[in-house]
Structures are given as C-alpha cells and as structure tokens.
T-cell receptor, first 113, second 112 residues
Framework: DVKVTQSSRYLVKRTGEKVFLECVQD?????MFWYRQDPGLGLRLIYF???????EKGDIPEGYSVSREKKERFSLILESASTNQTSMYLC????????????FGPGTRLTVT | RKEVEQDPGPFNVPEGATVAFNCTYS??????FFWYRQDCRKEPKLLMS???SGNEDGRFTAQLNRASQYISLLIRDSKLSDSATYLC?????????????FGKGTHLIIQP
C-alpha cells in the first residue's frame, strides 16, 4: 500500500511566522503535490514537483515556496504566515506507472491566528 | 481554463437505492479520469479509475463519454457507509505530471 505521511495533523501558528509542512512518501513516486482545500473552493494546487530539485507552480503559488531535496520528501513553506492561509493542506504523490492516480496524505489543518 | 464541474448536492438517498452522479470536463485532450471519495475531515481516497469502455467494481460502475465530455458514477444498493463526498478528477493534456484537476465534489447522504 502506498503511504503518504505528513508531519502534523493540526498546527496553530501566529501571523508572520515561518511555517514548514513536511510530506514523505514511501513508494518511490516521481511526482509530488501540495494542495489546499477550503469549503466551497475544493482542492487547489499550490506547487508540484516531478523530480528531485524540480518544482513547478500550480494555480495558487503566491505566499508559498517548496523544497524537494530527496525523492521521498516534499516540503511546503509559508515564508510569513497570514490568516488567509488558514486551511487544510494536503500532500499527494503519484507515479507515471500508476497512470497518474494520486495518493494523499492525511492532511494538515493549519490555523493562523 | 480547465474545469471539472459537478453538482454539489447534497443528494439525500434512502438506503438500498441506486444513485448516479455526473460530472463534465472542459479539456477535450484529457487522458485519464478518476472518482475519489472523501469522508468528512479526511483525505481524498481513490475509489476507481474510469476507462473508455466503462468499468465496474462491485456496486460501483463508472462510465466515460468522450464525445460529450462527461463521466458518471453509479452506486447500486447504497449503504449508509457510502455517505461521503465524491470527487470527479481529470488529468491534464500533458499526461499528468502537472497534476489532476479536481471537481468540487458531490455530497451524498444515505438515509436509513
């Protein structure tokens, strides 16, 4: 079974703090993704990566950056957290061999106060 | 802009009934299609892939109509545990490396 883990299930941070969200997958998948999910807006792609040290902007990259130093790990960074970044953050991974279906981690519910 | 449209519901359906959802997609070059299930406050989980010829997995049947650009999901003999949000998902024309486009989901409530 594919396993995608995220460093925290719940996180509370203050406005202006730097926030790191970590994601690790154990299936040697090439592609990794970060989404946020908000009521009424569905899943929105923030960034994705198709290889180590490679990153591509998704639909809503503003205010975020990412890092992929190892194949199994993809980090999302909020340089200066703001209240409008309060959301559920979901990491996913996929492999071309799997016809691109994505497997999700359990999510991190981030609250910025 | 690539879009995947779904009726948000909620669909309130008695236990044992058959229920069907459709979703439409705008990118005619899309190559792969999926249905995901998401329980409240949990992550989406792959329910089934959707193949051109249609496919069935137990009580669930998925169909793809490329000409009309819609995907359907049929659930027969619905169970209380089928209550969830069902996400229609379509990949990009680039083959998937740019991620998938998710519909906003259809909320299904199975009533006893």
């Amino acid at each position: 079974d594919v396993k995608v883990t995220q460093s925290s299930r719940y996180l509370v941070k203050r406005t202006g703090e730097k926030v790191f969200l970590e994601c690790v997958q154990d299936m040697d998948h090439e592609n990794m993704f970060w989404y946020r999910q908000d009521p009424g807006l569905g899943l929105r792609l923030i960034y994705f990566s198709y290889d180590v040290k490679m990153k591509e902007k998704g639909d809503i990259p503003e205010g975020y950056s990412v890092s992929r130093e190892k194949k199994e790990r993809f980090s999302l960074i909020l340089e200066s957290a703001s209240t409008n970044q309060t959301s559920m953050y979901l990491c996913a991974s996929s492999s071309p061999a799997g016809f691109y279906e994505q497997y999700f981690g359990p999510g991190t519910r981030l609250t910025v106060t | 802009r690539k879009e995947v449209e779904q009726d948000p519901g909620p669909f309130n359906v008695p236990e044992g009934a058959t229920v069907a959802f459709n979703c439409t997609y705008s990118n005619s070059a899309s190559q792969s299609f999926f249905w995901y299930r998401q329980d409240c406050r949990k992550e989406p989980k792959l329910l089934m892939s959707v193949y051109s010829s249609g496919n069935e997995d137990g009580r669930f049947t998925a169909q793809l109509n490329r000409a009309s650009q819609y995907i359907s999901l049929l659930i027969r003999d619905s169970k209380l545990s089928d209550s969830a949000t069902y996400l229609c998902v379509v990949n990009g024309a680039g083959g998937g490396a740019d991620g998938l486009t998710f519909g906003k989901g259809t909320h299904l409530i199975i009533q006893p």
